[in-house]
C-alpha cells in the first residue's frame, strides 16, 4: 500500500509558473514509476508526465517544453514544474505512483490559470 499527498496548486497568472509536489508513503519500496495526471470539469482525466526509477521521462504533447518533471530519488518527492501556463492547464493535478500489481492515486491539487 502506498499513500500520497500532491501539494502546490493555487491560482497564477497565464504565463506564470508553478511547482507541485507529491510525497509518497507506505511500502515506497514498491514503486516502479511515478506521474502526474489531470483532470478538468466535464472531461475525461489526462496523461501529463511520468518519470521512471531509471530517470527516463515522458510528456504529453500539450506540456512539451513548459513542464519538467523531476525527482531526487524514486522514494523521495517528486515535482512538475510548470511554466508558460494557459487558461487550458486549468485542472485538478493527481499524482500517481505505479507498482508491480497496483496504481495509487494522491487526492489531488486544484491549478488555476486565470487573469
Known amino acids: 500500500q502506498v499513500q500520497l499527498v500532491e501539494s502546490g496548486g493555487g491560482l497564477v497568472q497565464p504565463g506564470g509558473s508553478l511547482k507541485l509536489s507529491c510525497a509518497a508513503s507506505?511500502?515506497?519500496?514498491?514503486?516502479?514509476?511515478m506521474g502526474w495526471y489531470r483532470q478538468a470539469p466535464g472531461k475525461q482525466r489526462e496523461f501529463v508526465a511520468l518519470i521512471s526509477s531509471g530517470g527516463s521521462t515522458n510528456y504529453a504533447d500539450s506540456v512539451k517544453g513548459r513542464f519538467t518533471i523531476s525527482r531526487d530519488n524514486i522514494k523521495k518527492p517528486v515535482y512538475l514544474q510548470m511554466n508558460s501556463l494557459k487558461p487550458e492547464d486549468t485542472a485538478v493535478y493527481y499524482c500517481k505512483a505505479r507498482t508491480g500489481t497496483v496504481d495509487y492515486w494522491g487526492q489531488g491539487t486544484q491549478v488555476t490559470v486565470s487573469s
Open positions: 507506505g511500502s515506497i519500496f514498491s514503486i516502479f514509476n
